[in-house]
């Protein structure tokens, strides 16, 4: 989860600056235009129809230069609504997003969709095909058009507070991406919070932009609008693969990597244990081969494949997993069919989207403490079967093989 | 009252769609303008005797777009 959020927070600073200036930027810089006119009682034209710039199409309304004093208020008072706003509005898509979260591939079909519109939008602002500019939502001529008068009207301190909120109604193209992934997060709270480093993220680039755009002229627009739709283009393909992971297809990046993989599976026989929930992992005493043989003492239960004999029949089979910030320890086990397994998931201090244990072939779906221990029951299967586990976002993933 | 319909082949992305119903404010006569980004096209209805189609062509030439 807090990938997510990073990665929320990195593209607002980054590629979501600039794409939302070029939807939203005029109402702030009119807005600022109005209140120091006002401020200043001048007469004249004002700063926005005076400093409109003009570039491939783009209009620009660089701030009054001259009154960097009397800007600060509008532009806190525009940025703090926007993101007040715009957190809210991540708590509801996360809580829209958590109504259609019933089963994992629900939600991978709900990533997948994600991911398309995503990708979409990455082709639609690098202008591949006409066809892409319908992945972006146009408002109504008759609210652009009530947010443009307000945006004229020279008024106190709550004009920009009112216009930041009204941004809600017209976000780029990149914040809509990102309102996506919010409602692919299926939890407000992680809604909110995706929302809220995204907005946050956008910020300083908001307000620091038309300096650098005024400066760099047309180059800077031209070369960092690739970039914005690349960024969205990476994470259009990411969460089409999370969402092909979670509906179970043959074709993802972690299938297709350990279909690649070459490396020997390190195969490890265990003899049998006590069909006890809280049975320590030492109670396994484990081999390794082709290798060095290990005992149980010294095995780290993170590191092996590990294929558990067949017990007698009255006993259970432990298999653990060290749920780590990166990934599942081990992530390819070899299991005993037939026989129930006992599976330990065990996490320390493990913050990612990991905790999120799910196996979609089972209707596992766990939420695991950050620090501790869970259990589950997997029933027992025939030989030759393969199921896979991964989050609940499809980003970390494992399988287990019964043998 | 008129009529047209602009081509513009390069708005690139919705903002553009705003910039140019901006010109609704900022001519005299424009009675409406509805663009269109995924249309590349913008619908305007006008008073002919206050402001001439080349006049319109020059106000969105003027915002750095192509018209035809």
């Known amino acids: ?403 | 009252m008129a009529r047209s319909t602009f081509n513009i082949p390069n708005m690139f992305c919705p903002a553009c769609v705003m910039h140019l119903e901006g010109l609704e404010d900022e001519l005299d006569g424009i009675l409406s303008i509805k663009a269109s980004y995924q249309k590349q096209r913008m619908d305007v209805e006008f008073d002919e005797k206050r402001i001439s189609e080349q006049s319109i062509r020059a106000a969105v030439a003027g915002l750095g777009y192509q018209i035809s």
């Open chain 1, 1 to 403: 989860m807090d990938n997510i959020i990073l990665v929320a927070f990195i593209t607002g600073l980054t590629a979501g600056g600039l794409s939302c200036f070029a939807v939203q930027g005029g109402l702030l810089t009119g807005s600022i235009a109005q209140q120091v006119e006002s401020t200043s009682q001048s007469s004249g034209k004002t700063a926005s129809s005076s400093k409109k710039k003009k570039n491939n199409g783009r209009r620009i309304q660089p701030a009054n230069p001259k009154r960097p004093a009397g800007m600060i208020q509008p532009i806190l008072l525009f940025t703090t609504a926007k993101l007040v706003a715009y957190t809210i509005l991540g708590f509801f898509l996360g809580l829209l997003g958590s109504l259609f979260s019933f089963s994992s591939s629900l939600k991978g079909a709900i990533q997948l969709a994600i991911g398309i519109f995503l990708v979409g939008n990455a082709l639609r602002m690098l202008n591949v095909h006409p066809i892409f500019r319908y992945f972006s939502f146009e408002p109504p001529s008759q609210l652009t058009r009530y947010i443009r008068r307000v945006s004229k009207r020279a008024e106190s301190w709550a004009t920009p507070l009112f216009l930041g909120a009204l941004t809600l109604l017209i976000p780029c193209g990149v914040t809509q991406s990102m309102m996506a992934v919010a409602v692919g997060t299926g939890n407000p709270l992680t809604g909110a919070v995706i929302m809220f480093a995204f907005i946050l993220g956008t910020s300083p680039t908001f307000i620091g932009v038309s300096w650098l755009v005024t400066s760099l002229g047309g180059m800077f627009q031209k070369y960092f609008y690739r970039f914005v739709a690349l960024t969205v283009l990476v994470l259009g393909l990411y969460a089409i693969n999370g969402g092909l992971v979670l509906v179970d297809s043959p074709v993802s990046s972690a299938k297709i990597l350990r279909a690649f993989n070459s490396d020997p599976p390190v195969s490890v026989t265990a003899t049998t244990v006590a069909p006890s929930p809280a049975a320590p992992a030492s109670s396994v005493s484990a081999e390794l081969a082709p290798g060095s043989p290990l005992t149980a003492s010294d095995t780290p239960p993170s590191d092996v494949n590990r294929v558990v004999a067949p017990p007698p029949p009255t006993a259970a089979v432990i298999a653990q997993i060290n749920v780590e910030n990166s990934g599942y320890l081990p992530d390819n086990l070899a299991l005993p069919a037939n026989l129930p397994i006992e599976l330990h998931l065990i996490t320390n201090h493990t913050r990612s989207c990991s905790r999120a244990f799910v196996i979609p072939e089972l209707g596992v779906q766990e939420l695991l403490p950050a620090t501790g221990e869970k259990v589950i029951q997997i029933p027992a299967q025939k030989a030759g079967k393969t199921i896979d586990f991964m989050c609940s976002m499809g980003m970390y993933t494992g399988v287990f093989q019964f043998k």
